[in-house]
């Protein structure tokens, strides 16, 4: 939501809801042991489904400067891993 109502980059309160659904899956899919992991799962295909969609539109509607504009998944850039050490990268 911080990066949301700072204003960067130009997001919608839309993008910024994704990108809260996505941080919340992911904590549930690698920290759960119980349904909650399946159902991250499911949710977290969605908006890999979304991403897949988003970029297509980009290409039929020749918008080639927005194609970056989506929500990672399981991404080490995504805005809630940057500066994270988790992984042992930088």
């Known amino acids: ?13 839309d993008d910024a809801f994704y990108e809260r659904d996505v941080q919340m899956l992911e904590l549930a899919f690698e920290g759960q042991m119980h349904y909650a992991s399946f159902y991250a799962y499911v949710k977290l295909k969605e908006q890999e489904i979304r991403n897949l969609v988003w ?3 980009c290409i039929l509607q020749q918008q080639k400067e927005e194609i970056h504009k989506f929500v990672p998944v399981f991404s080490f850039n995504a805005p809630w891993r940057a500066g994270s050490n988790k992984h042992g990268r930088r």
């Not at 939501?1 to 309160?13: E, M």
């Open 1 to 13: 939501w911080n990066v949301h109502a700072a204003g960067s980059d130009g997001k919608s309160i």
């Open 55 to 57: 970029i297509s539109e």
